[in-house]
């Protein structure tokens, strides 16, 4: 199929018409730029409006260095990657952090920016008028001026930035990329640092649209500012949604069918009409309205869902190795003065206990006692006003999440943070993350597939583990709440706790469920495992645990045994009330 | 700097920033019920002076049929509930009626122009966006640009590109603290802090505007109180409408129209919105006029740059706004 494709691209321009040569070097460009959409957009979650003014950095700083010092287009090249890269780096650094509607916002700012800078800095960029008589680009001599060899070019970048591209989304980088427009802190628990990842997204879908605005320049040979407008961003945003946006093929649907769309609207509408100029634009909008009523989420989606499925292979092979480091003699974690309060609620008050190795520790308390306020400082969501935690003899007071995940303090949540989206052993494999290595760069360049295929085989482990084995390649939303509660294990699993933090595991299962879950507690405290589980149901506490710490408005009023705790007085007056 | 010249750009970057300050009341209060981010707002702006100066011309405006027409297709979405076609159909004749009515009576032509504005907003609310409940914010926005595309060419093939102008509300200029200000201006100020004011009051003290709000802040939650979120989103969408239409047709004296205006006009009003976060009617009023300001003293001392500076000045306020808001991460 895909050699097909590629014979088809190959041929392409020795069959196509004139017109149509030129239009498919166009629909090459705008691919570009929207497969930087789909990663930072449909995978990432970051609106930018402001992609065209990448291409721009890009395509005048070619320009300008061709026009004024006679560098080559392919100094140009580099030069202008380079450029966008540093503006990218800069914006970003300014952009990423904002939340929600800001981010957009701050793409359109730069980007109208950027573009009344190009057309008004008369003296470097020739304004509005712009620069002509750009060098076309020559390989080995050959100059590329025949679209139909431009052809190659265009499609040839398009292509390899497609592959690089793919390879990061289907690597660590991508999951946890992917995870973290869901839900930054169940990525962030699992060893992602949102901001950096964030940012890299951002650059590298710049330097799509700056690829783009090189091979724009030296194809017209002439640069102004008007293709790197607002309005051009807006187009390839528009193509992005059209396809698909959170699908790669989607890019080049979304990309191929606009470039022509408007192209075709141009000659048929005044053929149809009679008249020109008015209602193109009319029939462009009418058409794009169209297509999302069909469908809403792209074509991309929309054809898919009609395609036959195709069930991968199971991983095989061996895991990942297994946490090299001994142990240290003594407790496992120890909490000592634990102090939080929210405003003028001291939910957690000089709480210490320890966590012995092998040992299953329940945290138990009436409603209102502190649990969970002691479970997210545990956890490093919240950090703690006073007290110390350490972990391994390690202080980890404080520390995030992607930090501490890394010794082995791995954590469930009580309401799934799952990614629907993903199949079921994706979801598993964000928990190999803090074990796996291969930096971003090898993971586009395809060098990480060993470690790959390693992080696939633990995280089926993992669902082996669990038994979740069978459903691996159905998406996490098709599974009921038991069996997201069971994966939510098996992607703590695949990072090799030494010490699990469960958050209520039981809430919401029905008896068998429970008891399934209980069983799976066990096994994993026999295959050396220490588990710290935090939850309302007696009933399970009480036969899965080894030692109890009891919890009442936000201290601890009771330590010890299950049977013992349960005889006690204080614990039997917080929890049916103190009327005696 | 003499003062002069800075009570001069003061009162146009006021001015200015009162109909940014509209605009941007409009589009915050859509996107809070609807989640939608109404691009076509800046055309139904310019499309009430539009209206206007063609009926001064003699000529029955297009807007009128486009205005029946999209009422006609809604009552024949809805045939079977009950009573509303009929509504629709009689508000379809209505408008048509207003039309001719405002050929005749040359003072009534703005009033006229409103109502024939008027019912785009829900109409197009009922037609594009209702179909897609639940559709995500980016969907509704491409959504909104495409429906943006149809509008900027309608206006073109309504209007033509040729710019219009037209005969001031209230001729005349006053001297305020020595400065002369031209009484619409003026009056546009008046209007905008009026609307503002009676917002409040709609949104605080009726039943209504609760309904709104509620549907605004949780839309589950209000239709377990039996809210409407559909009829919200009407509602919000005929507001945004009014409010657009109505700043259209006193900004237009001081400032011409063309067709075209409106994509930059709605811009701004976006940005000002932003400002808010899209959430807060005060703050976006305040963004309004901040915008309008921005935009006035930096045409002063660098026009070419305008835009440039008023966008690029943004991102300080978005850093701010965003380290110092509490809003949860969207989840988009």
């Known amino acids: ?163 690089v591209l793919y390879r990061l989304v289907h690597s660590r980088h991508g999951r946890m990329i992917r995870a973290l427009r869901g839900d930054a802190v169940a990525a962030a628990s699992f060893g992602a640092r949102p901001p950096e990842l964030k940012l890299w997204t951002f650059v590298i879908a710049a330097l799509g649209a700056g690829i783009a ?368 | 700097m003499d003062p002069l010249i800075f009570g001069f750009l003061l009162s146009d970057g006021l001015i200015s920033g009162a109909l940014y300050a509209l605009v941007a009341l409009a589009l915050v209060l859509v996107f809070a019920v609807t989640r939608v981010i109404l691009i076509p707002m800046g055309e139904w702006v310019v499309f009430a002076p539009l209206t206007q100066a063609v009926l001064l011309e003699g000529r029955l405006p297009a807007t009128v049929w486009l205005s029946a027409l999209l009422l006609l297709v809604w009552a024949a979405l809805d045939l079977r509930r009950g009573r509303t076609p009929l509504l629709l159909a009689l508000a379809a004749a209505l408008v048509v009626a207003a039309g001719y009515l405002g050929l005749a009576v040359p003072a009534l032509a703005p009033l006229v122009a409103i109502l024939v504005v008027l019912p785009l907003g829900p109409a197009t609310f009922r037609l594009f966006f209702e179909p897609l409940p639940g559709a995500t914010v980016l969907v509704y926005l491409i959504l909104a640009v495409g429906l943006h595309f149809v509008y900027k060419g309608l206006g073109l093939a309504f209007f033509g590109p040729e710019q219009f102008g037209l005969p001031a509300l209230l001729a005349g200029e006053v001297a305020v603290l020595g400065l002369p200000v031209p009484w619409q201006g003026i009056m546009l100020v008046l209007a905008a802090g009026l609307l503002m004011a009676s917002l409040y009051l709609f949104f605080t003290r009726s039943l209504f505007g609760k309904a709104l709000r509620a549907a605004a802040v949780n839309r589950i939650g209000a239709r377990l109180s039996g809210i409407s979120v559909r009829e919200a989103g009407r509602v919000a969408f005929l507001l945004a409408t009014g409010i657009g239409a109505l700043a259209g047709v006193l900004v237009a004296p001081l400032s011409n129209a063309s067709y075209e205006m409106g994509f930059l006009l709605g811009l701004k009003g976006f940005v000002a919105a932003i400002v808010a976060g899209l959430s807060s009617y005060p703050l976006a009023v305040a963004g309004g006029v901040l915008v309008g300001l921005l935009e006035s003293f930096s045409s002063f001392f660098a026009s070419a740059y305008k835009e440039a500076i008023v966008f690029a000045l943004l991102l300080p306020v978005l850093a701010w706004r965003s380290v110092s808001s509490l809003e949860l991460e969207e989840e988009e």
Do not use: C
């Open chain 1, 1 to 163: 199929m895909i050699a097909l494709l590629l014979a088809l691209l190959l041929a392409l321009p020795w069959v196509l018409p004139p017109f149509y040569q030129t239009l498919f070097v166009f629909y090459a460009i705008a691919a570009l730029v929207v497969l930087g959409l789909h990663l930072l957009t449909g995978l990432a979650g970051l609106t930018s409006f402001g992609q065209a003014a990448f291409m721009g950095v890009a395509g005048y700083t070619s320009a300008l260095l061709a026009l004024r010092a006679g560098a080559s287009p392919w100094v140009g090249l580099l030069a202008g990657l380079a450029a966008t890269f540093l503006f990218a780096l800069v914006l970003g650094l300014l952009t990423v952090r904002l939340k929600g509607h800001y981010l957009p916002l701050a793409t359109i700012a730069w980007q109208v920016a950027l573009y009344i800078v190009m057309g008004s800095w008369v003296a470097l960029t020739g304004g509005r008028t712009g620069l002509s008589d750009l060098p076309a680009v020559a390989v080995f001599g050959l100059e590329l001026r025949d679209p139909r060899l431009y052809h190659y070019l265009a499609w040839g970048l398009l292509v390899l930035y497609a592959l």
């Open chain 1, 213 to 580: 605005g090189w091979l724009y320049v030296h194809f017209v040979r002439f640069v102004n500012p008007s293709p790197f407008s607002l309005e051009a961003s807006i187009f390839y945003l528009i193509m992005a949604v059209v396809g698909g946006v959170g699908a790669l093929p989607g890019a080049f649907l979304g990309a191929g069918l606009l470039t022509g769309l408007e192209q075709w609207l141009k000659d048929l509408v005044p053929l149809v009409l009679g008249k020109s100029g008015n209602y193109e634009i009319i029939a462009y909008g009418l058409i794009l309205v169209g297509i999302l009523h069909l469908a809403p989420r792209g074509l991309w989606p929309w054809i898919e869902a009609r395609l036959p499925r195709r069930t991968p292979p199971l991983p095989e092979g061996e895991g990942l190795p297994p946490r090299a480091e001994p142990l240290p003699e003594g407790p496992l974690l120890v909490v000592e003065g634990l102090t939080k309060s929210f405003g003028g609620l001291l939910a957690v008050n000089g709480l210490s206990f320890e966590v012995h190795r092998g040992e299953i520790l329940g945290l138990i308390g009436p409603n209102g006692a502190g649990k969970s306020t002691t479970f997210n400082l545990l956890a490093g969501v919240l950090r703690p006003d006073a007290g110390r935690v350490v972990f391994r003899g390690r202080e980890i007071t404080g520390r995030y999440p992607f930090e501490t995940v890394r010794l082995g303090l791995v954590r469930t949540f009580q309401h799934p943070h799952l990614f629907p989206e993903m199949t079921v052993l994706e979801n598993a494999m964000l928990g190999t993350y803090p074990r796996t290595r291969a930096p971003m760069l090898s993971s586009m360049l395809g060098l990480d597939r060993v470690e790959e295929r390693r992080a696939a085989a633990e995280a089926y482990r993992a669902l082996v583990r669990v038994g979740l084995a069978e459903k691996a390649f159905l998406k996490a939303g098709a599974l009921s709440l038991g069996e997201q509660r069971k994966l939510e294990v098996a992607r703590a699993l695949a990072a090799d706790p030494v010490l699990l933090l469960l958050d209520e595991p039981a809430a919401g299962l029905r008896a068998g469920e429970k008891r399934a879950l209980a069983g799976l507690i066990r096994r994993l405290r026999e295959e050396g495992i220490t588990v710290l589980l935090v939850d309302h149901d007696m009933e399970l506490v009480m036969h899965l645990v080894d030692r109890l710490v009891v919890m009442h408005y936000g201290e601890k009023i009771a330590e010890g045994p299950p049977e013992a705790v349960q005889r006690d007085p204080v614990v039997l007056e917080a929890y049916l009330g103190g009327a005696a």
